[in-house]
C-alpha cells in the first residue's frame, strides 16, 4: 500500500451522496455517528483556513483539521469508538471511522500529494537554538 494510511477501510470515498437516500436516513438512526462539516474561511489577506466543525467543537487553521478535531473531541470526553461522518457540503468525504483512529493520525507531505500518517504528541520539551546553544546573544 505505498506507505499511505487510510483512515477506514475504504479510505477516502469522495463522492456525491443524496442526504435523502438510505445512506443518510441509517446515519441519522445511529446515534454513535458525529456529523463534520469541512469548510474554509478566508482571512483579512485572502488566506484560506481549513475548518472542521460538529456540534460539539470546531478547530481551524491546521494542516489536519479532522485529525486535531478528534483529539479535541477525545479530550471532552467523546466515546472513542463514535464514528466521525466527514462531509464538504452534499459530498461525503471518507467512510465513517471511530474518532480514536481519526485521533491516531495527522497529515505529511507526500512525495507529489499529502498523506496520512502514524500522529506523534509533540513531547513539550523546548529544543534551544543553535544560537541559544552557543551562548551569543543577539540584541
Known amino acids: 500500500m ?7 477501510a475504504g479510505g477516502n470515498v469522495s463522492q ?3 442526504p435523502d437516500g438510505d445512506e443518510a436516513i441509517a446515519s441519522s438512526l445511529d446515534l454513535q455517528v458525529i456529523h463534520v462539516e469541512l469548510s474554509e474561511r478566508r482571512g483579512k489577506r485572502g488566506d484560506c483556513f481549513p475548518v472542521a466543525a460538529c456540534s460539539i467543537a470546531t478547530v481551524e487553521g491546521t494542516a489536519a483539521p479532522i485529525c486535531n478535531l478528534a483529539r479535541k473531541l477525545l479530550a471532552l470526553g467523546v466515546d472513542p469508538a463514535r464514528h466521525l461522518s466527514i462531509w464538504r457540503g452534499r459530498t461525503k468525504c471518507f467512510h465513517d471511522v471511530p474518532v480514536g483512529r481519526w485521533a491516531e493520525l495527522t497529515v505529511k507531505e507526500g512525495q507529489s500529494s499529502p498523506v496520512f500518517a502514524p500522529y506523534v504528541p509533540f513531547s513539550g520539551i523546548p529544543v534551544a537554538s543553535q544560537r541559544a546553544k552557543s551562548g551569543v546573544r543577539h540584541e
Request: proline share 10%; with cysteine; aromatic share 0%.
Open 2 to 8: 505505498d506507505g499511505k494510511i487510510n483512515p477506514g
Open 16 to 18: 456525491d451522496c443524496d
